[in-house]
Nanobody, 122 residues
Framework: QVHLIESGGGLVQTGDSLRLSCSAN????????MAWFRQAPEKEREFVAN????????KYSDDVQGRFTISRDNGKRTVTLQMNTLKPEDTAVYFC???????????????WGQGTQVTVAS
């Protein structure tokens, strides 16, 4: 039984920053790869960033590299996505995801949050 809940989305202007948070209730959270995905209107879901169990390894899509930062706090069982220099093309529903079964890099995410809306106005 795993529940992931995202928060922190909103309406901002181009160049602004937002910080998204994902809260997990699983007792084995410390062993999971965690990730953020996003889905814009009329587009497929796309990978944004992930982080291994300890936070020692991260991966970013080319579109967000250098602007977004993923981090985690295993004591609080939370994952954060800091988004800087936001662009209109970042507008999407952002989803938190967990891979509870594979090694880092397998990218087989088996649990997903409900999503939080990020809108960047030009």
């Amino acid at each position: 039984q795993v529940h992931l809940i995202e928060s922190g989305g909103g309406l901002v202007q181009t160049g602004d920053s937002l910080r998204l948070s994902c809260s997990a209730n699983g007792r084995t959270f410390t062993s999971w790869t965690m990730a953020w995905f996003r889905q814009a209107p009329e587009k497929e879901r796309e990978f944004v960033a992930n982080i291994n169990w300890s936070g020692s390894e991260t991966k970013y899509s080319d579109d967000v590299q250098g602007r977004f930062t993923i981090s985690r706090d295993n004591g609080k069982r939370t994952v954060t996505l800091q988004m800087n220099t936001l662009k209109p093309e970042d507008t999407a529903v952002y989803f938190c995801a967990a891979d509870t079964r594979g090694w880092y890099g397998s990218d087989n995410y088996d649990y997903w949050g409900q999503g939080t809306q990020v809108t960047v106005a030009s």
